[in-house]
């Protein structure tokens, strides 16, 4: 008495990498996040570049929240703790809800691979408008560690017991 099977559900995905030195060109962490939810089946819906400038990245993330094409936002770097690493501060404002156990899990993970350095990610994420969001730090290793062992799973509508597709209402009514 299986629960039947679910079909997989290609969502939009935005990707914006946020730093004061990448280029297109040198923006290892945003192509790795591409690869990896293109891999995954999903679809890109936009990648951009921005400084590290909280306006700059609200405004981006702003509009990508209350774009309805776009399901999920990544973001990539401006999570540390020194200079202008703002992205935690840009971000939660937007948020209707924080989830707090993706920066604790993050972190957890984290720790096997970096050790203490860990204490030093401010990785967050949350929903805004039906729309998920995670803000990953700005190396391409902990965008492989995110996507890899916490968000690709929860955007898969077949992970159970649960996942965060299906608390996509304006997805599912498709």
């Known amino acids: 008495m299986g629960q039947p099977e679910r079909q997989f559900i290609p ?3 935005a990707v914006l990498t946020i730093s004061d030195t990448r280029s297109e060109e040198t923006d290892t962490s ?3 996040l591409v690869e990896r939810l293109t891999k995954a089946g999903h679809r890109l819906a ?3 570049i921005v400084r590290d400038d909280i306006y700059q990245i609200r405004s981006v993330v702003s509009r990508w929240i209350a774009d309805p094409e776009v399901q999920v936002v990544l973001t990539t ?3 540390g703790v020194t200079g202008r690493d703002g992205t935690p501060e840009a971000v939660q404002v937007l948020l209707d809800k924080e989830i707090e ?3 604790e899990t993050f972190r957890s993970i984290s720790f096997a691979e970096i050790k ?8 967050i994420a949350g929903v805004a408008n039906g729309t998920y969001i995670f803000c990953l730090p700005g ?3 902990a965008c492989k560690t995110g996507w890899d062992q916490l968000i690709e ?3 898969d509508y077949r992970t159970r017991p649960c996942n965060l597709v299906e608390l996509m209402p304006r997805l599912l009514e498709r």
Do not use: P, V
């Open 101 to 103: 156990g993706f920066g």
């Open 30 to 32: 945003g192509k790795t």
């Open 153 to 155: 799973a929860q955007l």
């Open 139 to 141: 190396s391409s290793g």
């Open 11 to 13: 969502l939009r995905i």
């Open 116 to 123: 203490t350095s860990t204490i030093q990610s401010r990785a």
């Open 77 to 79: 770097g401006g999570t």
């Open 46 to 48: 936009e990648k951009a």
